[in-house]
């Protein structure tokens, strides 16, 4: 065996008798030694300097209210429409916006040379995006780097969980410097964050409620004619028709946006636009429910290879998931934590904890989120009256969580967390859709776990369940495809054989449905949308415009009389029983109640005396 010399070793001298035995010479300092040693080792090893910590000095940036009028904001990562009206929003309140171009594979292909390695799909398609158009302004228009640090500023959202998500503006910074852009600013708001990360006094970006209200009005008026697009789309008799109503109903939007008028004005005009296109909705066509990670069932790009695009012209209706339902989750999520942490107050003094929120603040902090989730209701209601969407009704978060809770716990963050589980049961139980399609990235940590795991176990449970994963990998177009057509023959299976259900249990043939559009043409109008009776368009259509056909006058008043008959019967039974439900439970919770209530009057007792300098009484302090 060869034995190699280690060169400049040195060790710890053997103490001497005296420091191993303490009580020989209680003088002695063990420590003076160790500190001299670890002096003479670290001069050795020219390791006495002065430690540098590396600080990121590309974290935190923004810009002044004195560069304002320099500078433009760029906005992209949703839907093409939310982004170009997010871009006449803010333009509204007095900043330049350029919305950039939807992702493409160009853009992957940045992101995957300036990026780390092992990312998840959307961080290389949303990083190299902005990284292509600021090389473009590079390269392609003769800007040096400085001018586009200087004159540009990027964006997003951001948020935390078991996610990349997370590390996205990170991931942003470190392509940015690699891409030779080291010092462009990237401003961050948090998803959570509300009003309250006002970016301070010389800031030039100010998240004022203007601001905020400003984006909400888009993001709901681009969920609007998005759902309008696909319901309408599919059935069009004229190819293209849709979209080129869209295109002029989207630069009406956000031309209101920018000039600050009415967007109900600007909405009743996309209506009736959009009433003047001609469709069939005569045709079974599957209905697929699109759900997965945020991004990919969101973008129309690449990203997801044109997911949307592609179920239509495999003649599907894509019925996707709107961006106010995820405002709806946010909000869910506040007031189920604030009910979970609401006996913890005393102890609670985490970031989003409740301990100094002070006498009352827990209720006013429900009666907010309360607040919060009417004012999105009711303001995607009124935008969608507007435009002509009709019977379209957001989805009950709490309805969702108590579905799928026993199947997935709701404490579970990360994604959409439990709203994957809900909506699969949902679609199946309450014959929403005849297909559900999960997309999501490659290595996607929460959702991939929710698709792959617990969709399996429910698939099982709930007989004629249609339920396929898919993952996108940005160059797995054939594969993708190929996954999704092998599930859509099953769903264009059960979606023809409902229509023949549908006419059967009704006594009508479609020719019979079909003759009675063409005399009545308020039932085949653009805009119309027939009652939900089953999974498909053509079916709800057939149970709704059936009794015209087969049924008098006479009778179908009678029909409608009975039914609200029983209607009103069973409310009248059930109602004595939900009040005395209501009752017990109130009854049962009262002492609870009643000692907290006694709890907050006692400390906002306390509370006046203080602030009038009188000191804290002895039995306030025992409460």
Same mark, same amino acid.
């Given at each position: 065996m060869n034995v190699t010399t280690i060169k400049d070793k040195k060790t710890l001298p053997v103490a001497p008798a005296w420091v191993r035995d303490p009580g020989d010479k209680p003088g002695a300092d063990l420590e003076a030694e160790l500190r001299a040693f670890e002096k003479e080792e670290r001069k050795?090893?020219?390791l006495d300097g002065a430690a540098e910590q590396w600080i990121e000095d590309m974290a935190n940036l923004t810009f002044t209210k004195k560069e304002k009028e320099n500078i433009t904001i760029l906005v992209s990562g949703l839907t093409m429409a939310q982004d170009y009206f997010v871009e006449g929003g803010l333009r509204g309140v007095g900043y330049h916006v350029q919305a950039l171009d939807c992702p493409d594979v160009a853009a992957l292909q940045y992101g995957k040379e300036f990026g780390n390695r092992g990312q998840c799909n959307?961080? *290389? +398609?949303?990083?190299?995006?902005?990284? #292509? +158009?600021?090389?473009?302004?590079?390269?392609?228009h003769g800007m040096t780097a400085k001018q586009v640090i200087d004159g540009y500023v990027f964006l997003t959202a951001g948020a935390c969980g078991p996610c990349r998500f997370g590390m996205y503006v990170t991931e942003y910074r470190k392509a940015l410097r690699d891409a030779g852009f080291d010092g462009f600013r990237v401003v961050l708001f948090q998803q959570t964050g509300g009003i309250s990360q006002a970016t301070g006094e010389e800031s030039g970006l100010e998240m004022t409620p203007k601001f905020f209200w400003a984006i909400v009005k888009a993001l709901v008026a681009g969920d609007v004619l998005n759902a309008l697009g696909y319901r309408i789309r599919p059935y069009e008799l004229n190819t293209g028709d849709t979209?080129? /109503?869209?295109? #002029?109903? #989207?630069?009406i939007v956000h031309d209101a946006l920018e000039t600050r008028t009415n967007v109900l004005v600007a909405l009743r005009k996309c209506k009736t636009i959009l009433q003047g296109i001609a469709v069939d909705r005569t045709v079974a066509k599957p209905k697929v429910s699109i759900i997965g990670e945020f991004w990919a069932m969101t973008t129309e790009g690449d990203g997801n290879y044109q997911l949307q695009r592609f179920l239509e012209s495999e003649g599907a209706e894509a019925d996707v998931q709107l961006v106010s339902a995820w405002l709806l989750y946010t909000v869910w999520e506040a007031k189920r934590d604030t009910k979970e942490r609401m006996n913890l107050r005393g102890a609670d003094k985490s970031y989003y904890g409740l301990g100094g929120l002070g006498p009352f603040g827990i209720a006013q902090k429900l009666m907010g989120v309360t607040a919060a989730e009417k004012a999105i209701r009711a303001l995607f209601q009124t935008f969608a009256h507007a435009a002509g969407l009709y019977g379209y009704q957001?989805?009950?978060? +709490?309805?969702? /969580?108590?579905?799928?809770?026993? *199947? *997935?716990?709701?404490?579970?963050r990360g994604g959409e967390g439990h709203m994957e589980v809900g909506k699969l049961i949902m679609n199946v139980v309450y014959s929403k859709a005849h297909m559900t399609l999960s997309v999501k990235p490659f290595g996607c940590m929460p959702s991939a776990g929710v698709s792959d795991g617990v969709q399996t176990a429910i698939s099982?449970? +709930?007989?004629?369940?249609?339920?396929?994963?898919?993952?996108?990998?940005?160059?797995?177009?054939?594969n993708f495809y190929s996954r999704v057509q092998m599930y859509l023959f099953k769903a264009k299976q059960a979606a023809s054989a409902e229509l023949d259900r549908a006419c059967g249990e009704h006594g009508v043939t479609l020719d019979q449905v079909r003759a009675f559009l063409k005399a009545n043409p308020r039932h085949a109008g653009s805009l119309h #949308? /027939?009652?939900h009776a089953y999974a498909g368009t053509a079916a709800d259509l057939v149970a709704e415009v059936a009794p015209y056909i087969t049924q008098s006058l006479a009778e179908r008043l009678q029909r409608t009389i009975v039914h609200l008959a029983k209607l009103s019967s069973d409310t009248a039974r059930k109602s004595p029983h939900k009040v005395a439900e209501i009752f017990k439970d109130a009854v049962q919770a009262a002492p609870e109640l009643a000692s907290r209530l006694k709890e907050d009057v006692t400390a906002y007792r306390e509370l006046r005396r203080v602030k009038k300098g009188a000191p804290a009484s002895v039995d306030a302090a025992a409460e």
């Amino acid at each position: 065996m060869n034995v190699t010399t280690i060169k400049d070793k040195k060790t710890l001298p053997v103490a001497p008798a005296w420091v191993r035995d303490p009580g020989d010479k209680p003088g002695a300092d063990l420590e003076a030694e160790l500190r001299a040693f670890e002096k003479e080792e670290r001069k050795r090893l020219g390791l006495d300097g002065a430690a540098e910590q590396w600080i990121e000095d590309m974290a935190n940036l923004t810009f002044t209210k004195k560069e304002k009028e320099n500078i433009t904001i760029l906005v992209s990562g949703l839907t093409m429409a939310q982004d170009y009206f997010v871009e006449g929003g803010l333009r509204g309140v007095g900043y330049h916006v350029q919305a950039l171009d939807c992702p493409d594979v160009a853009a992957l292909q940045y992101g995957k040379e300036f990026g780390n390695r092992g990312q998840c799909n959307p961080t *290389y +398609f949303t990083v190299g995006n902005l990284v #292509k +158009f600021l090389c473009t302004l590079r390269d392609k228009h003769g800007m040096t780097a400085k001018q586009v640090i200087d004159g540009y500023v990027f964006l997003t959202a951001g948020a935390c969980g078991p996610c990349r998500f997370g590390m996205y503006v990170t991931e942003y910074r470190k392509a940015l410097r690699d891409a030779g852009f080291d010092g462009f600013r990237v401003v961050l708001f948090q998803q959570t964050g509300g009003i309250s990360q006002a970016t301070g006094e010389e800031s030039g970006l100010e998240m004022t409620p203007k601001f905020f209200w400003a984006i909400v009005k888009a993001l709901v008026a681009g969920d609007v004619l998005n759902a309008l697009g696909y319901r309408i789309r599919p059935y069009e008799l004229n190819t293209g028709d849709t979209d080129s /109503a869209l295109e #002029k109903c #989207k630069k009406i939007v956000h031309d209101a946006l920018e000039t600050r008028t009415n967007v109900l004005v600007a909405l009743r005009k996309c209506k009736t636009i959009l009433q003047g296109i001609a469709v069939d909705r005569t045709v079974a066509k599957p209905k697929v429910s699109i759900i997965g990670e945020f991004w990919a069932m969101t973008t129309e790009g690449d990203g997801n290879y044109q997911l949307q695009r592609f179920l239509e012209s495999e003649g599907a209706e894509a019925d996707v998931q709107l961006v106010s339902a995820w405002l709806l989750y946010t909000v869910w999520e506040a007031k189920r934590d604030t009910k979970e942490r609401m006996n913890l107050r005393g102890a609670d003094k985490s970031y989003y904890g409740l301990g100094g929120l002070g006498p009352f603040g827990i209720a006013q902090k429900l009666m907010g989120v309360t607040a919060a989730e009417k004012a999105i209701r009711a303001l995607f209601q009124t935008f969608a009256h507007a435009a002509g969407l009709y019977g379209y009704q957001l989805p009950d978060m +709490f309805e969702i /969580a108590k579905i799928s809770h026993q *199947y *997935y716990n709701n404490d579970l963050r990360g994604g959409e967390g439990h709203m994957e589980v809900g909506k699969l049961i949902m679609n199946v139980v309450y014959s929403k859709a005849h297909m559900t399609l999960s997309v999501k990235p490659f290595g996607c940590m929460p959702s991939a776990g929710v698709s792959d795991g617990v969709q399996t176990a429910i698939s099982e449970k +709930f007989p004629g369940t249609i339920f396929c994963p898919v993952e996108t990998s940005g160059d797995g177009r054939v594969n993708f495809y190929s996954r999704v057509q092998m599930y859509l023959f099953k769903a264009k299976q059960a979606a023809s054989a409902e229509l023949d259900r549908a006419c059967g249990e009704h006594g009508v043939t479609l020719d019979q449905v079909r003759a009675f559009l063409k005399a009545n043409p308020r039932h085949a109008g653009s805009l119309h #949308k /027939a009652p939900h009776a089953y999974a498909g368009t053509a079916a709800d259509l057939v149970a709704e415009v059936a009794p015209y056909i087969t049924q008098s006058l006479a009778e179908r008043l009678q029909r409608t009389i009975v039914h609200l008959a029983k209607l009103s019967s069973d409310t009248a039974r059930k109602s004595p029983h939900k009040v005395a439900e209501i009752f017990k439970d109130a009854v049962q919770a009262a002492p609870e109640l009643a000692s907290r209530l006694k709890e907050d009057v006692t400390a906002y007792r306390e509370l006046r005396r203080v602030k009038k300098g009188a000191p804290a009484s002895v039995d306030a302090a025992a409460e």
